[in-house]
């Protein structure tokens, strides 16, 4: 690697985003990793200060940019200050699933939301007296 440059795995296992080395090396060689939009498949891929990471973990997309390459695996204050989140809460409040239903909440139509304002038929007429 050149000077300023540091393993994918190793990163990830530094910065604590993967629990032990061989899970960010299962990371980068499951080809669901991106630097800078280029999608890797091995896990000696360089990553350098600036690039942008996008993968999965836990249920989520995280895009982070690498503000700067660690020396080791600190505690986490220490690890967090290596990248930045650049996506925070991006699954918009209206578009949460409902598990049991599978159905996005704006998808639910309402039977009282009929397009006819007034509701007609032959049990609602006036009988007329």
Known sequence: ????????????????????????????????LRIDGRAIDRAHCPVRIGNVLTFAAQDQVRVIRVEALPSRRGPAPEAQACYQ????????????????????????RHPDESQDPEPSGPFLRDSGS
């Open 85 to 108: 989140d650049l996506v925070a809460g991006s699954t918009p409040a209206a578009a949460v699933r409902d598990p049991a239903q599978g159905t996005l909440d704006a998808d639910i």
């Open 1 to 32: 690697m050149g000077e300023g440059a540091m393993r994918i795995d190793r990163f990830l296992w530094f910065v604590r985003l993967a629990k032990t080395r061989s899970a960010a090396q299962a990371i980068a060689e499951k080809g669901r």
